[in-house]
């Protein structure tokens, strides 16, 4: 048996309250959390050593965070740290109470692993699925996670292969919008019960909308707003100017544009449940992955990520120790 050990640090100090233990004999998934965030580690393979080597932190993403964007302009210092903030869970509940009123599912879960794990009992086997492109879907690792599984017809993945642009539109508007299961997430949700949505070519909005059989959105908790037109001023006036900037990163005369803004005010009668709600309790959006490598003396080498969010000046990280119990 094999124990790790950890604990998350916060602004360069060890969180005493959060070190804990867990066991395993192979593949090792854990979480730790401070008062701020949550993190997430896997290790590929059980490690036979009694002490760790120091890890070399690597974040290949530190200019998407949300405090690196909000440094680029002065627009973005100007936007509503409103639209930032986590719900309560009083806010959840009503939002939740009047989405279901509008003949939708919803659910609550705590964290980003509880919502990959929920989808993955939602969809059922050999259903074709596809998803729009969502930070929140690589937060919770359902992208990776579709990359490989089998139990389901992955159609992402067919229109990804396809080079040819004309045949991946097509494929867009054909199979990937009638699967049977449409991944996604809008850019609010209000306490009356309205789901708003931002996007460019139609490719997210027209599934959502009617083409797929059945529609599940992940919603981090910093998305609930109090009305319709609070929605549509933070998919306008926040979300679209942060994807901005992050589109600049890599490219530099890149714009997030909202060609088409829909607002979804209720289920249709005939089709109750389509659309299911699942609401984190976390932010999600503007991630940090952390891609660390550590060496032991022997030689051997590991890799391992965290992903969690860098919402300040300094981030969380996870502290790892390793023991071979049998020894």
Known sequence: MYVLIYTICHRGKIAPDDVRPACSDGNIKTTGSTSHQKATILLS??????????VTFVNPKA??????????????????KRFAQLADDKQIGKTKEALE???????VVENREAALELIKTLIPKGASVNNSHSTSLEEIGF?????????????HAEILKETDFAKSMALRRGAGSSVDYFISTPTAVSETGDLIFSDGSGSRVGPIAFSASNVIL???????VATEEEGVRRTEEFVVPFETARFRVTRPD???KTCNLMVVKSGFPYFPGRMHVVFVKEHLGYITVWNRKTRF????????????????????FVCVFTFDTKK
């Open 218 to 224: 992940v919603v981090g908790a910093q998305k609930v």
């Open 143 to 155: 992208v990776e996670y579709l990359k490989t599984a089998t139990e389901w017809n992955n159609i």
């Open 63 to 80: 200019n998407e965070t949300y405090e690196a964007l909000l440094a680029t302009t002065e627009e973005l210092q100007r936007t509503d």
């Open 101 to 107: 009123k509008k003949l939708h599912k919803v659910t």
């Open 45 to 54: 393979s059980p490690i036979h050593t009694h002490t760790m080597s120091p």
């Open 297 to 316: 003396e022997d030689g051997r080498e590991i890799e391992w990520d965290i992903v969690g969010h860098d919402l300040g000046a300094y981030p969380t």
């Open 254 to 256: 890149a714009d997030a």
